[in-house]
C-alpha cells in the first residue's frame, strides 16, 4: 500500500515568511494529492490539491509542486498570517485502491 | 447545501460496551470514507464505500470494528466491546465518486469517542 511520510512534524515561522511542508511517497501508481488544514477541534479542509498531469498548482497565497520522478510534494505558504497556524496534512491517493494516504502531520505556528 | 453531518457529536462509553456512530455524506456523494484520529495523530484510513460495490475494509483495525451503509447513502461504524484505545476521533468523509483521478473528500465533524 501507499506510504505517506510528512516533515517536519512542527514549524514554526514569523508572520510574513514563507511556510514549507514536504511529503514523499512510495506509490508510483498515485496520481491525486490534496492537502488539508485542521484547525484545532475542527474537521479537515481541503486546501489546494494537484493531479499527477501538472508539476505546480497555485491559489493566492497557497502552492503545490509536485515531483514525479523523485516520488515527492509540497505545500509552499507565502506572506504567512496568524491564521494560518493549523495542523497541515499532506495525502496521496493511489489509481489501484482510490483511497487517500494522509501524512502524519505538520503543527504550524506563525508568530505575531 | 447541507454538509457532511455526524452523530453524536459526542459519546462516552465503558469499557466492553458496543457503540454505533452514524454518518449522513453529502447526497449524491457515492463514495464514503471513515477514519480515525488518535489525539495529535494523522488520520487513519479505516474503510471505504463506493457505490454498490463491497467495501474496502482493509483498515479496519480488528474484528470488533464493522460498518455499513444502506441505499447507497447513511453509514454506521459499529464498535463491538469497545476498549480504551479505541478513544478517538472518528472522521467520516464523502466524495463525488471515489474513482478516477480522484475527487475532494468533504469531512464530517467526527464523533469524538471516549472508553472509560
Known amino acids: 500500500g501507499e506510504n505517506v511520510e510528512q516533515h517536519p512534524s512542527t514549524l514554526s515561522v514569523q508572520e510574513g515568511d514563507s511556510a514549507v511542508i514536504k511529503c514523499t511517497y512510495s506509490?508510483?501508481?498515485?496520481?491525486?494529492f490534496p492537502w488539508y488544514k485542521q484547525e484545532l477541534g475542527k474537521r479537515p479542509q481541503l486546501i489546494i490539491d494537484?493531479?499527477?498531469?501538472?508539476g505546480e498548482k497555485k491559489d493566492q497565497r497557497i502552492a503545490v509542486t509536485l515531483n514525479k520522478t523523485a516520488k515527492h510534494f509540497s505545500l509552499h505558504i507565502t506572506e504567512t498570517q496568524p491564521e494560518d497556524s493549523a495542523v497541515y496534512f499532506c495525502a496521496a491517493m493511489s489509481s489501484n485502491d482510490y483511497k487517500l494516504s494522509f501524512g502524519a502531520g505538520t503543527t504550524v505556528t506563525v508568530r505575531a | 447545501g447541507a454538509g457532511v453531518s455526524q452523530s453524536p457529536s459526542n459519546k462516552v462509553t465503558e469499557k466492553g460496551k458496543d457503540v454505533e456512530l452514524r454518518c449522513d455524506p453529502i447526497?449524491?456523494?457515492?463514495?464514503l470514507y471513515w477514519y480515525r484520529q488518535s489525539l495529535g495523530q494523522g488520520l487513519e484510513f479505516l474503510i471505504y464505500?463506493?457505490?454498490?460495490?463491497?467495501?474496502?475494509k482493509s483498515g479496519l483495525p480488528s474484528d470488533r470494528f464493522s460498518a455499513e451503509r444502506t441505499g447507497g447513502s447513511v453509514s454506521t461504524l459499529t464498535i463491538q466491546r469497545t476498549q480504551q484505545e479505541d478513544s478517538a476521533v472518528y472522521l467520516c468523509?464523502?466524495?463525488?465518486?471515489?474513482?478516477?483521478?480522484?475527487?475532494?473528500?468533504?469531512f464530517g465533524p467526527g464523533t469524538r469517542l471516549t472508553v472509560t
Open positions: 464505500f463506493q457505490g454498490n460495490s463491497a467495501p474496502d
Open positions: 506509490d508510483s501508481a498515485s496520481n491525486y
Open positions: 494537484i493531479r499527477s498531469n501538472v
Open positions: 447526497s449524491g456523494h457515492t463514495a
Open positions: 468523509a464523502s466524495s463525488l465518486t471515489g474513482t478516477g483521478s480522484g475527487y475532494e473528500q468533504y
